[in-house]
Nanobody
């Protein structure tokens, strides 16, 4: 059974950093492009970033470009999201997801859950003073 499990969330103050991890099992991790998405209470699902199967040229939403970094380890079958200079608007539940297709989302076009083959259960990030 395919599984994605996020870890590393929590509460931080504005300007601080967090690193999220996503452990995978039950599917061939290196055959999938990987994604981070987030959803704040009462808000739509938001794409954060994408990384292709070999970890090259990740793409980011404008809202996180220059502050967040996606990486992956195809030996450890893990995905990471380094979040720096966090803002209160970054508060959300963060999800990792896998798809056999590489996608990124332009402004005004949101992700649909059906775009992804596997999802994690989500982990909460709170940025507040």
């Amino acid at each position: 059974e395919a599984r994605l499990v996020e870890s590393g969330g929590g509460w931080v103050q504005p300007g601080e950093s967090l690193r999220l991890s996503c452990a995978s099992a039950g599917f061939s991790f290196s055959d999938y492009s990987m994604y981070w998405l987030r959803q704040a209470p009462g808000q739509e699902l938001e794409w954060v970033g994408s990384i292709n199967r070999i970890g090259r040229r990740p793409r980011y939403a404008d809202s996180v470009e220059g502050r967040f970094t996606i990486s992956r380890d195809n030996v450890e079958n893990a995905l990471y999201l380094q979040m720096d200079s966090l803002k209160p608007d970054d508060s959300a539940t963060y999800y990792c997801a896998a798809s056999d297709l590489f996608r990124y989302y332009t402004s005004g076009v949101g992700p649909e859950k059906g775009d992804f083959d596997y999802w994690g259960q989500g982990i909460q990030v709170i940025v507040s003073s």
